[in-house]
């Protein structure tokens, strides 16, 4: 079965700092891993995926994760946190192509002026 | 990227009544689409996968005749909430894959419904 834990249900950043938030994956194949991102009452928006090609992952809007397999993790960060960075996200798995998405718990992301 | 539409965003029906949430994509086709259920300040829980033309497949603990999925053409699947009840109250988000693009999911927008 594949899962995701995401460490630490609220991260507060000052703006201009890095973000961190941390997410560690289970699955007994190759794994698919996403970012969402999710803004009060709205959907969910992609903000980057690995999909077994290059370890390091560019997203939009600044934010960047890296698959690192020896640690199972997949943490996001951004180097510079920008009061519209703040929101919902959400780390999540897929063991292939077209299967289910399982999530996160999810980290919600203040940013302090 | 692609575009997932649900309808209506927001709904209120009475205790006992019925309800449909309608996920269409609109410039592909999904053959495959999943229903999601979020609680106020929580993730995302996999209700069911719904595939074109069989059965949709549940996840442990959702009752399947509550929950009802219809996947009937490959750009509209359907949950219908039967004899709703106020602890059904909860934001409900779908999400389809284009085979096309088959590493990444879709998403609607999302539907509040309040059960009253």
């Known amino acids: 079965a594949q899962s995701v834990t995401q460490l630490g249900s609220h991260v507060s950043v000052s703006e201009g700092a890095l973000v961190l938030l941390r997410c560690n994956y289970s699955?007994?194949?190759?794994?698919?891993l996403f970012w969402y991102v999710q803004y009060p009452n709205q959907g969910l928006q992609l903000l980057l995926k690995?999909?077994?090609?290059?370890?390091l992952v560019k997203g939009i809007n600044g934010f960047e994760a890296e698959f690192k397999k020896s640690e199972t993790s997949f943490h996001l960060t951004k180097p510079s946190a920008h009061m519209s960075d703040a929101a919902e996200y959400f780390c999540?798995?897929?063991?292939?192509?077209?299967?289910?998405?399982?999530f996160g718990s999810g980290t919600r992301l203040s940013i302090r002026p | 990227g692609a575009v997932v539409s649900q309808h209506p965003s927001r709904v209120i029906c009475k205790s006992g009544t019925s309800v449909k949430i309608e996920c269409r994509s609109l410039?592909?086709?999904?053959?495959?689409m999943f229903w999601y259920r979020q609680f106020p300040k929580q993730s995302l829980m996999l209700m069911a996968t719904?595939?074109?033309?069989?059965?949709?497949?549940?996840e442990q603990g959702v009752e399947k005749d509550k929950f009802l999925i219809n996947h009937a053409s490959l750009t509209l699947s359907t949950l219908t909430v039967t004899s709703a009840h106020p602890e059904d109250s909860s934001f409900y988000i779908c999400?389809?894959?284009?085979?096309?693009?088959?590493?990444?999911?879709?998403f609607g927008q999302g539907t509040r419904l309040t059960v009253v």
């Open positions: 999540a798995v897929s063991e292939a192509s077209a299967s289910k998405i399982i």
């Open positions: 410039d592909f086709q999904a053959t495959t």
């Open positions: 699955s007994s194949v190759p794994p698919y």
């Open positions: 719904s595939n074109e033309g069989s059965k949709a497949t549940y």
């Open positions: 690995y999909t077994s090609a290059a370890t």
């Open positions: 999400s389809a894959r284009d085979p096309k693009v088959n590493t990444e999911a879709f």
